[in-house]
């Protein structure tokens, strides 16, 4: 058993030697078997130990020779590849020489520097410069191991390091590592020798390549001395570095060392007949234009001569430098006033460039407009003519008729038609030229555009963002940064900009058209506009896409906002919302008679980011904006959201804060449940939540604060902020005083109040009739203007509403106790208007202001209107009835109060506007107020405050919360309508009163 074993063993190995012999072998071991077959034969018997060492050192040379001649073979093989620009087979032989260096040579060994320079070399022939600058350190740093740092073969590799960067554009690490070396070069070898001579006049080519001349200078001075002591004054290589140091002078404009230097090239070139022409030609140009600034104007012109006969004798000859010299030659003819050798000399130059490079070649096109210039100084007209006619043939066949060179011709050629009288001709020109800049402008924007959606389509985002910015800024430059098509290129680009993260960027191509925007929505508002039917339902619109204009801009503004949280697109954001709320919520804000109204530059001047140091000491101002949010890759509205800033005193570290605070149907369901429910729970509940949704984010920033402002629009106006209830149970109003602002335009203007006016109350009014004759016994003559017509404004046609209303008698009682409360504590005597009195003329005519103007009447909302006048609803006075059915009485009043007629009544000395009553109409838009509108309008009359109610409550209660508001207000010694609301409150809270009364009634005003 054991021997079959033995012999199994025995067999299995045998065949294992077989296959092993019979396999192949790779290239790399057929090359070393080819030769050790050739060198190592068969060993003949062992004689002795000495002999057999002798024999086996023999066959290790040998081996040794061979691995040696087989790495040089790959080697040589890459470099025959690299000549010949086969760099991929070239890569092949770099990577076997590789595999072999691994195999056969130490990791710190000559073989390796070898391979890796190899590869340096290919991938820097490729220009793949980063794996170039790798395989270069690892040859430095192996041979930086090996011989040190300053051997010459060490050196070497860090200056190719040094080209291969300044080849790259790495032109500060070229720098570096030219300077390294040229220190250790002069420490080695000292100053005047060739290794420190190359890095020198390596580091004077870096800085003339980058226009350094400064730089290059004494770098440029150095290499004429180091070349002067090694090759003699006289050499070719100290010539060249005369010219260049001469050419790096004349740039640093040190005129006359770049003189004195390349005159002492010129000598050289006398002293030295071998200098080749091209050298020469190098010297005179220069020197040429160096004699004509030292006004040395024969030397010049002989200087510019020999040039040009220089160019004769090079071969190839030098046509370009010919023609540039007679260019030069003709300049300084016409400075000499010399004009008709100027002539020649072009007429020269064009014949050379005709029959060297074409009729229709640029030079020529170009020699040809300077002499018509000549001419035309000349007055040569008819000459002239000629010339450019056949230049601008040239010129539309090379360039063709679009081109902008093409079109200098043409302009000067009907210059030159004009002079001749020739004005047929000349117009021709000027409308040929004007229709085909106009199809090149809309092509261009077109192409520009089209190919934008192209990219955009193939999901090219990067490549659409670059063409859609191009098509923006030529718009923009073309047709005006507020033109639609200006606005539509915007909106495209911001899609792609937006995909692409660039916020940032987006957000500073709004800012540009920001301004032009709001002027020209300024001016459009100042012009009387159509009648027109209302817009169609806003659900309707939000499936469209939407164009980018005046009243989308902030939408795209906050839209983009939510992305972004640096503090510079914050305070951009508030500053946007402060403008463009005055603009497109207050009623004409481009009336500049109205004491409310703010000039364009100085809201553009004001910067809310200034504002913590307006705000009163200890309090907070909340700006609440509805908006739509807007979709930038499909161009469409969302939904609506709330954008919020919030804005600290100047006490607070951190001032203004920006939050988002999502969709705002969450805020008009919690709303509709507050006017709705019964449930005391639930509306505690509900009360609760909603303080939470808007201002639980906030909390932590305004609890301690003694004053909260508030400045919203839209649903904002119908939120009953006071009502809201904080997480301990109280109301938000029992905590702080809550105040409602028109906006932060409040704190920023500097106004001064005087009031010096009574207490004037309308109620009662007869809405039935107008009144008959104008009567004055019931108020002071000095009351009352009578101008020769009044400016009335009818209700519009398409906008006409059916209301039909009563007086209520119970109102009167109210309107007495008021009075009386006034008489006792301003010591003054009210005003009441009923009836037919409380008419619509006799308002309009008031002279002195009343200081506190309470309106018991009823008053009402329209639709919000579209591209028509601006009217959102108005008060209902005497005769009211017959205005809402087109009458009107005998001095062409309605009885319809509108709220933009109350711009045109003095109340410039009026502190209070009274609405007791709420209006009437549907408010369906969230992001617009006719509550607000209506206020506002007061405010930009010049009242301070607005108090009404936000919604309807009973005569019974009203009267009582008015009565108790005027106690607490008329008793103050210092007036301050805001703490008397909030004390009305109050005490209506103590009271146990449905908060649905206490907070219907809002103050605006600060």
Request: proline share 4%.
């Amino acid at each position: 058993m054991l021997l079959r074993i033995q012999i199994s063993f025995l067999f299995f190995s045998l065949f294992s030697v077989f296959l092993h012999s019979c396999a192949p072998l790779s290239k790399t071991d057929q090359i070393i078997q080819e030769n050790k077959s050739i060198i190592i034969k068969p060993k003949p018997p062992v004689t002795s130990s000495s002999e057999q060492i002798k024999k086996d050192s023999v066959t290790k040379e040998a081996i040794k020779k061979t691995e040696t001649n087989t790495f040089d073979t790959f080697i040589q093989q890459a470099n025959n590849s690299v000549n010949k620009k086969q760099f991929k087979k070239a890569l092949d032989f770099a990577k076997q020489a590789l595999e072999y260096a691994q195999s056969h040579y130490k990791m710190q060994s000559e073989e390796r520097v070898k391979t890796h320079q190899l590869f340096a070399e290919i991938y820097l022939n490729k220009k793949n410069y980063p794996a170039a600058e790798k395989h270069y350190q690892q040859a430095y740093h192996i041979q930086k191991n090996m011989l040190g740092e300053r051997n010459e073969k060490t050196l070497n590799l860090r200056n190719k390091m040094g080209q291969l960067y300044q080849q790259w554009g790495k032109l500060q690490k070229a720098e570096q590592t030219y300077k390294l070396l040229n220190k250790i070069y002069q420490d080695i070898f000292g100053n005047n020798h060739r290794k420190t001579l190359s890095v020198v006049d390596c580091l004077a080519k870096l800085y003339i390549s980058t226009k350094q001349y400064a730089k290059a200078r004494p770098y440029a001075t150095q290499a004429i001395k180091i070349c002067e002591h090694m090759y003699g004054k006289n050499s070719i290589r100290t010539l060249d570095a005369v010219i260049q140091a001469g050419k790096t002078y004349y740039h640093c404009k040190a005129y006359v060392r770049a003189f004195n230097t390349l005159n002492k090239a010129f000598s050289l070139i006398y002293n030295n007949p071998s200098v080749p022409f091209e050298k020469k030609i190098d010297i005179y140009q220069f020197l040429a234009e160096l004699h004509q600034m030292q006004k040395r104007l024969k030397d010049a012109e002989d200087m510019y001569k020999k040039t040009i006969a220089l160019c004769h004798k090079v071969r190839p000859p030098r046509n370009d430098i010919q023609l540039q010299m007679n260019q030069k030659l003709s300049e300084l003819y016409k400075k000499q006033g010399r004009y008709q050798e100027a002539k020649m000399t072009l007429l020269q130059s064009i014949k050379f460039s005709g029959t060297v490079f074409g009729k229709k070649h640029p030079k020529t096109i170009a020699i040809q407009h300077e002499l018509v210039e000549l001419l035309w100084e000349q007055k040569d007209y008819g000459h002239a003519a000629e010339i450019l006619s056949e230049a601008l043939k040239s010129s539309k066949e090379l360039y063709g008729e679009h081109h902008e060179k093409t079109f200098v011709l043409s302009r000067r050629l009907a210059e030159i038609f004009i002079a001749q009288a020739r004005y047929q001709e000349a117009e021709s020109i000027y409308q040929t030229n004007l229709t085909v800049q106009k199809k090149i402008l809309a092509s261009t924007r077109e192409n520009l555009k089209q190919l934008g959606h192209l990219f955009k389509m193939q999901e090219n985002c990067s490549s659409a963002n670059s063409m859609m910015e191009q098509a923006f800024h030529l718009n923009e430059a073309t047709l005006g940064p507020a033109h639609p098509e200006t606005l539509e290129s915007l909106l495209e680009l911001m899609g792609c900009m937006v995909e692409e993260k660039q916020h940032n960027h987006a957000l500073e191509l709004l800012k540009r058209i920001e301004k032009p925007l709001f002027q020209k929505q300024l001016e459009l508002s100042a012009t009387p506009q159509k009648d027109t039917k209302p817009s169609p339902n806003q659900d309707t619109k939000k499936l469209q896409k939407i164009k980018l204009n005046a009243d989308t801009f902030c939408d795209a503004v906050f839209s983009l906002m939510r992305s972004m949280n640096n503090q510079e697109a914050i305070n951009y954001t508030a500053d946007v919302m402060l403008r463009w709320q005055y603009l497109k919520h207050f009623p004409a804000p481009e009336r500049k008679e109205l004491p409310g109204y703010h000039d364009i530059n100085a809201l553009f001047n004001i910067q809310m980011l200034n504002l913590p140091y307006r705000l009163p000491r200890n309090s907070a101002f909340f700006s609440i904006y509805p908006y739509d949010n807007i979709d930038f890759a499909k161009s469409q509205k969302t939904e609506t959201r709330w954008l919020v800033i919030l804005i600290l005193s100047e006490q607070n570290e951190s001032n203004m804060f920006c939050q988002d605070l999502g969709p705002i149907n969450v805020s008009q369901k919690f709303n509709r449940q507050l006017m709705h429910s019964k449930d005391q729970q639930n509306l505690k509940d509900i009360e609760s939540r909603l303080y939470s949704h808007l201002f639980g984010i906030f909390e932590e920033h305004i609890k301690n604060v003694q004053s909260i402002y508030i400045s919203t629009n839209g649903l904002g106006h119908m939120i009953p902020y006071s009502r809201l209830r904080l997480k301990d149970g109280r109301f938000w109003i029992e905590r702080q005083h809550l105040c409602r602002v028109f906006s932060a335009l409040d704190f920023l203007k500097n106004a001064s109040h005087v009031y010096t006016g009574s207490l004037l109350a309308i109620g009662q009014v007869n809405y039935d009739d107008f009144k008959k004759n104008l009567q004055t016994d019931t108020l002071n003559e000095k009351t009352f203007r009578f101008p020769e017509g009044e400016n009335h404004i009818p209700l519009p046609k398409t906008r006409q509403a059916h209301f039909k209303y009563r007086s209520d008698p119970n109102e009167t009682p109210m309107i007495e106790e008021i009075m009386n409360i006034y008489t006792v504590s301003r010591k003054a005597s009210p005003i009441f208007w009923s009836d037919t009195d409380a008419n619509e003329a006799d308002f309009k005519k008031l002279v002195y202001p009343p200081r506190v103007l309470h309106f018991s009447v009823d008053c009402f909302y329209l639709d919000r209107p579209s591209n028509t006048i601006n009217v959102s609803g108005g008060l209902a006075l005497a005769g009211a009835n017959k205005g809402f059915i087109n009458q009107t009485d005998s001095f062409g009043q309605d009885g319809l109060l509108l709220d933009i007629e109350i711009l045109d009544v003095n109340l410039k000395g009026t502190e209070l506007v009274c609405l007791s009553k709420k209006c009437d109409g549907n408010i369906k838009e969230t992001n617009f107020s006719p509550f607000f509108q209506m206020a506002a309008a007061f405010n930009m009359a010049g009242c301070r405050f607005v108090l009404s109610p936000a919604w309807s409550v009973k005569q019974e209660p009203a009267s009582v919360f008015l009565i108790r508001f005027y106690e607490n207000w008329l008793r103050q010694s210092i007036s301050n309508p805001s703490k008397a609301l909030r004390k009305t409150k109050l005490q209506h809270i103590a009271e146990n009163i449905h908060p649905k009364i206490w907070s219907s009634y809002v103050l605006m005003g600060f």
